[in-house]
T-cell receptor
Framework: SQKIEQNSEALNIQEGKTATLTCNYT??????LQWYRQDPGRGPVFLLLIRENEKEKRKERLKVTFDTTLKQSLFHITASQPADSATYLCALGGSYIPTFGRGTSLIVHP | EAQVTQNPRYLITVTGKKLTVTCSQNMNHEYMSWYRQDPGLGLRQIYY???????DKGDVPEGYKVSRKEKRNFPLILESPSPNQTSLYFCASSLSASGSTDTQYFGPGTRLTVL
């Protein structure tokens, strides 16, 4: 069956370090992959989209990689700040029903 | 301001009492959808709509109904709510479901408790 896996354990890092979050998937061939940020009790907010023919995408302090051979995406936040603390969701697309991972909580300590 | 709005934001009701959660977007988006989010289960799609009068089931449609009579509105209807429908609900919209701009814009959420 199709599955999207994000680390269920929270990632704790120190301010200024680079945070790296992982999204793995099986039995799926997405045309694109998205990353969203979600704060407690609020709706997800779109951050980045990367297509299957792209290896890497950057936006300010954010970087996303997409390896269709490994079936994995990595999401990096450089020079992390306490304000980056949130849950980050990956979502696979390509059909009419986008599929979300369960998200990984990031906690950046001052 | 481009946005997706939902009402109510919080609702406590009793088993069997019909309710409607409204969703509206002002971005002229074709695609709209409803999700529920539960601890440990993530976001699960309930229903989606490709355009006016076109709706289809998502992953967890049982116990829910939707309608899309106008492009901007996509209400979620619980005809006979049950406690297992207690959840955080999100409405979302995107320009289209199959184009290159499939970014979904989410509403603020509706926290529903069914006693």
């Amino acid at each position: 069956s199709q599955k999207i896996e994000q680390n269920s354990e929270a990632l704790n890092i120190q301010e200024g370090k680079t945070a790296t979050l992982t999204c793995n998937y099986t039995n799926y061939s997405p045309a694109y992959l998205q990353w969203y940020r979600q704060d407690p009790g609020r709706g997800p907010v779109f951050l980045l989209l990367i297509r299957e023919n792209e290896k890497e995408k950057r936006k300010e302090r954010l970087k996303v990689t997409f390896d269709t051979t490994l079936k994995q995406s990595l999401f990096h936040i450089t020079a992390s700040q306490p304000a980056d603390s949130a849950t980050y969701l990956c979502a696979l697309g390509g059909s009419y029903i986008p599929t979300f991972g369960r998200g990984t909580s990031l906690i950046v300590h001052p | 301001e481009a946005q997706v709005t939902q009402n109510p934001r919080y609702l406590i009701t009793v088993t069997g009492k019909k309710l409607t959660v409204t969703c509206s977007q002002n971005m002229n988006h074709e695609y709209m959808s409803w999700y529920r989010q539960d601890p440990g289960l993530g976001l699960r799609q309930i229903y989606y709509s490709m355009n006016v009068e076109v709706t289809d089931k998502g992953d967890v449609p049982e116990g829910y109904k939707v309608s899309r009579k106008e492009k901007r509105n996509f209400p979620l209807i619980l005809e006979s709510p049950s406690p297992n429908q207690t959840s955080l609900y999100f409405c979302a919209s995107s320009l289209s479901a199959s184009g290159s701009t499939d970014t979904q814009y989410f509403g603020p959420g509706t926290r529903l408790t069914v006693l």
